[in-house]
């Protein structure tokens, strides 16, 4: 049986990407939680305090990067990963800008997206 290691919030308003990521997360032994939107991330923070956080950037209401600076600023040690189709590197900076630890994009490569899980959870 595998160790369960980190507490990892997933963030994205797209549910495939959500079951795909928790799915592939959960069978490496993490604890995963899900929620749609930042506004949803922030209160979930603050309430559970996980690991890790992977973020999308485009959302309803609250999107990535107001999350991202409102995270950091409830928790400043807690890495954020952002996970977005956005290509454009302007998105990389504002991200890297709001305070995220990491960014990658979609479509999401699996092992990729495991590695810079597990760089993060090393550093923190």
């Known amino acids: 049986?595998?160790?369960v290691t980190a507490r990892i919030l997933?963030?994205?308003?797209?549910?495939?990407?959500?079951?795909f990521l928790d799915a592939r997360l959960r069978a490496l032994g993490y604890f995963t939680s899900i929620v749609h939107n930042g506004a949803q991330a922030i209160e979930s923070?603050?309430?559970?305090?996980?690991?890790?956080?992977?973020?999308d950037i485009?959302?309803?209401?609250?999107?990535?990067?107001?999350?991202?600076?409102?995270i950091k600023r409830l928790a400043a040690g807690l890495?954020?990963?952002?996970?977005?189709a956005?290509?454009?590197?302007?998105?990389?900076?504002?991200?890297?800008e709001s305070g995220a630890d990491d960014f990658l994009t979609k479509p999401i490569d699996p092992a990729l997206v495991v590695q810079?899980?597990?760089?993060l959870l090393e550093k923190k």
């Open 116 to 119: 810079h899980v597990r760089t």
């Open 1 to 3: 049986m595998t160790q």
């Open 10 to 19: 997933l963030v994205d308003d797209t549910p495939e990407c959500l079951s």
């Open 58 to 70: 485009s959302m309803p209401e609250v999107n990535g990067y107001q999350a991202c600076r409102e």
């Open 79 to 84: 890495p954020v990963l952002v996970l977005t």
């Open 45 to 55: 923070v603050a309430r559970d305090r996980p690991d890790l956080v992977v973020l």
């Open 86 to 96: 956005k290509t454009d590197p302007a998105h990389k900076f504002w991200a890297l």
